[in-house]
């Protein structure tokens, strides 16, 4: 056997490359009859080339590093310093590009959760390239509750991407305002696996966000957009729909999915025997995002 394992702590080494991380997959992917597994395991990257060639991102679709189709999804390393370009505009022009497929298809919807990371990852054009501590918590933010919940619980008409960014992107490259993406327009969650070990700070970003994400506040693209320059107004009063109550900063939800006016610090999510308390949140069952950040005044984006 010519493999030689590192011994850890035993002697400095030099640190791999960073390199960013992008993964997809799909929702529901498991519950497709199988003869549709093949055809949906292709078109997701397809689908991801168009977005890439649509945001003029030419040379991160060209030169993908260590890339692997995972059945349900995709993955791939990149240059870092494309990180920007990707987090705004490729993920609201992946959004678009899912969207156009979906009204036209005449087979499954293809909804998908993306996680971008960044992290010391071995590139050498060797086998075992991109295996690394970064690439395994890409695909945790990928599995995690959060993102999955507010697929759930937003439209399929309308939401076809929710995003998770980690917290090391997300200061470096949105905090750090290198990119389009504003941080109001994302929502700090805990992001957590069940069964796994695993807990990080993340932060999610929707493009087309729809359903109770809309009451909420959060607004599409382009309405936050252009309202973007707009004076503040007067914090409204949340619209309210059959089932849900609102008192101050307490939503009570007699069943479904609901996110709460103010939305940040915490995602309470409860299934089966699980549950994660956040604050101000009262519940009877589903999914929820809850938190403390502030909606109602111009511009705002969650």
Known sequence: MSTVVPA????????PPYRALFAVDAKDFTGLPAVQHGPVSQLIPELVDQALERAELHELRDSKRFPA???????FGFDPALLPFVLWPFLGVLDDILGAYNRQCVGPRIRLRASLHVGPLPDADRPGDGNGTARNDTHRLLDSRPVKALLAAASEQVTHLAAVISQRVYEDVVLGAYTGLHPDRCVEVPATVEGKNFSQRAWLYVPSPSGN???A???????????????????QDPVTRPGTHYS????????GAAVMGSVGRDITYTGGSTSYHGTNQH??????VAGDKRVGE???RR
């Open 8 to 15: 850890p702590y035993a002697e400095s080494r030099p640190l």
């Open 248 to 255: 101050g900063n307490t939503q009570h939800v007699g069943e």
């Open 213 to 215: 994400l809309v009451q």
């Open 298 to 300: 111009a511009g705002d």
């Open 217 to 235: 506040g959060v607004q599409p693209r382009e309405e936050s957009v252009a309202q973007a320059g707009a004076p503040a107004g007067p914090e």
């Open 283 to 288: 519940w009877g069952g589903g999914d929820n």
């Open 69 to 75: 189709n995972t059945g349900d999804g995709a993955v």
